[in-house]
């Protein structure tokens, strides 16, 4: 059973940083699948936010935290990362990561939207206070 785990939230005064984790399990083959983290506002629809290949080499990330974001996966412990730096109350949201549908996921140019993911962990609060 694919299972994803987000670790990491919190309270966070605007300015300051965070990393987030996300741990999975429940399948082989870790390294193959593109990863993603997604967050959502109250009041708000899902929103991607960043994007990563299998091989970690190919990254894309929303307008609004480029420059301020990094993913990045460690596949031997198959956990993929969220760096957080110069967070703003506006970066407040549950977060979630997801894995990919496609096995072998080289270049986040095969992911197109939230339909090529088909496994979401429960999500992990962050909130940015001024």
């Known amino acids: 059973q694919v299972q994803l785990v987000e670790s990491g939230g919190g309270s966070v005064q605007a300015g300051g940083s965070l990393t987030l984790s996300c741990a999975a399990s429940?399948?082989?083959?870790?390294?193959?699948?593109?990863m993603g983290w997604f967050r959502q506002a109250p009041g708000k629809e899902r929103e991607e936010v960043a994007i990563i290949d299998s091989g970690g080499g190919s990254t894309r990330y929303a307008d609004s935290v480029k420059g301020r974001f990094t993913i990045s996966k460690d596949n031997t412990k198959k956990t993929l990362f969220l760096q957080m730096n110069s967070l703003t109350p506006e970066d407040t949201a549950m977060y979630y990561c997801?894995?990919?549908?496609?096995?072998?996921?080289?270049?986040?140019?095969?992911?197109?939207?939230?339909?090529?993911?088909?496994?979401w962990g429960q999500g992990t609060q962050l909130t940015v206070t001024v």
């Open positions: 997801a894995r990919g549908r496609i096995a072998i996921c080289n270049g986040v140019s095969m992911i197109r939207g939230e339909a090529d993911f088909s496994y």
């Open positions: 429940g399948y082989s083959l870790y390294m193959y699948y593109c």
